[in-house]
């Protein structure tokens, strides 16, 4: 038993994955989620979880671990809207054009405190 970490792969590198996380990344509605409040949850790698949820508008993700290189998942988000990223490790954005394919919708990005 790992204790409150599970893990999971992203290339060959294991990363701990809160079970909260975990659990609602199992559900059968999981996937149809149009908006989601992950705070101060002290996550890492929240976009490779929830790349599954083509649905997904709002998300409100500060004070966690998300770094630049969390940010390439968020292409996968084709309804992305709005989301709040302050409070997390962000030093800086990818080029545009990483993140201008697929994220037409996107109007609203919090920033700050990163």
Known sequence: ???????????NKVVPLPKALLALT????FTKLASLSL??????NVFVHIQVCK???VLYLTGNHITTKD?????????LRKVDL????IYYLPEKRHLE????????VLLHKN
């Open 26 to 29: 199992q559900q059968p509605d």
């Open 39 to 44: 705070e101060k949850m002290n996550l890492e």
């Open 55 to 57: 649905q997904m508008q």
């Open 101 to 108: 394919h697929n994220l037409e919708n996107l109007e609203f």
């Open 86 to 89: 302050s409070s997390n490790g």
């Open 71 to 79: 940010l390439k998942y968020m292409v996968f988000l084709p309804k």
């Open 1 to 11: 038993m790992e204790g409150v970490w599970d893990k999971f792969k992203e290339n």
